[in-house]
């Protein structure tokens, strides 16, 4: 037995020597985060109806890469979402979360191949990938397609296809398909983006949002033809050690044709500025943005008048406060955003604000290594007057105070804990009943990356 065993290992030891060496090399990274959360008016904003919601949700990432070499890697992503105790779809994804536990609710979140291409100075990824452009004002999501970019020191030159809509493979009408160029420049303490990114919708009207399919046409995807949409955005940048300054600004351009005849523009537009100024321990924050809304009070469609609303193509998201601007606890136990659109007027918030314009003042204070606490304040109200009663018709402009507090604390092994407490006061215009009441937000999370 001895023997053959020794005979054994020495085969295996041969065939080892004889078989080239496998050149892949494997990297992998992943994130863990647990949440609980409690809000009220998050999805209503009265307290008439019952909308309060306390749960427990987690999410796994995991990512592996296998890497050929500088040359070559193919990138994985995976997730896993869960809502403690539902079982059902739409919470936590693919549920799992109850007695028995177990779901199909491992997601491909990417997977893509990424090369440099042979006697050229081009580096491509194809497959389903993630892109963020001027910090989601104007795209920042996972995708299928392909993109290219190419670095000609201080700019990199980024372009690609988002093959964004297709449901029906026998003919392109419903399709949506995005092209961009992105030109990014560093240099020194500066900083510049220039995008450009269109949005060919043929003859969908799913493409936008604020989502034209909210309109009285929802039941017929073909009430506009020829859909364009093109975004054209400038961000630029200033950072010492001492501040970081930004600005971005972005011009919806393009038009849609209406098959009951006539076209429409998109004429609208947006504009944010932030300052950072760092002091010691203490990081202060002023910002400010401003949203484009209809000067016509008409939501979406109105054949004399062109589209005034800033408009996103699919896929934008931008993060800002945490009830009005989803921020860290980002969704509410109804499974949207934010408030239903049933019961606000002529604006979007959540991350695509239309007909929005708030000011934000700010104070970090790195109060120990491992001890951070964030203090915000929103003023946030509508661009153009929008419907604050539905029974008498008055329309408003503000949709109220909101505060945020943040303490992050860090545990053991970059194990972090992050209290999150958010409160608006509302007021008028936040939704279309007569008494808009207070909404908040409190919550915890713990998460690890790995």
Known sequence: MKRNFIVLVAVVAAVALAVPAFAVDFKYGGLYRLRWQSNDNVADGNDDFDDNGNWFDQRLRMQFTFVASENLQ????WEA?????????????????????????????????????????????????????????IFADDFSGAVFSTKLDPVKITFGYVAAQNTDV???????????????????????????????????????????STTVIQASPTAVTDNNLFN???????????????????????????????????????LEGTADFMWNALTFHLGAFYTSGDDDNIANFDNAKDYDAFAYARGASYYWSEILGVG???????????????????????????????????????????????????????????????????????????????????????????????????????TIFKDDDDAYELGAVLQWKF
């Open 74 to 77: 193919l990138v994985t992503h």
């Open 81 to 137: 979402d869960t809502l403690w105790g539902r079982e059902s779809p739409g919470a936590g994804r693919h549920g799992g979360g109850d007695i028995g536990a177990d779901a199909t609710n491992l997601e491909m979140k990417n997977v893509y191949l990424e090369f440099n291409i042979p006697n050229t100075p081009l580096r491509t990824k194809l497959g389903v990938q993630g892109a963020t452009f001027l910090k989601g004002w």
């Open 232 to 270: 054209l955005g400038l961000s630029l940048g200033y950072k010492t050690d001492m501040m970081v300054l930004g600005l971005t600004g972005i011009k919806n351009f393009g038009s849609y044709d209406l098959v009951g005849g006539g076209s429409q523009d998109y004429t609208g537009w947006m």
């Open 328 to 430: 860290l606890l980002d969704v509410n136990v109804s499974g949207s955003d934010h408030l239903n659109p049933a019961y606000q007027g002529a604006y979007r918030a959540a991350d695509v604000p239309s007909n929005l314009w708030a000011l934000n003042l700010g104070v970090v204070w790195q109060a120990m290594p491992e001890t951070k606490m964030t203090l915000n304040y929103y003023y946030v109200a509508t661009a153009e007057d929008v419907l604050a009663n539905a029974a008498t018709g008055e329309t408003d402009d503000t949709i109220g105070h909101e505060v945020n507090l943040y303490i992050s604390q860090g545990i053991v092994d970059k194990l972090n804990l992050t209290l999150v407490g958010a409160y608006l006061f509302a007021d008028d215009a936040y």
């Open 170 to 212: 026998t003919t392109t009408n419903e399709n949506v398909d995005d092209f961009f160029l992105s030109l990014d420049y560093a240099n020194g303490p500066f900083t510049g983006s220039l995008v450009g990114f269109y949005q060919y919708a043929h003859d969908t009207n799913l493409s936008t949002y604020p989502d034209m």
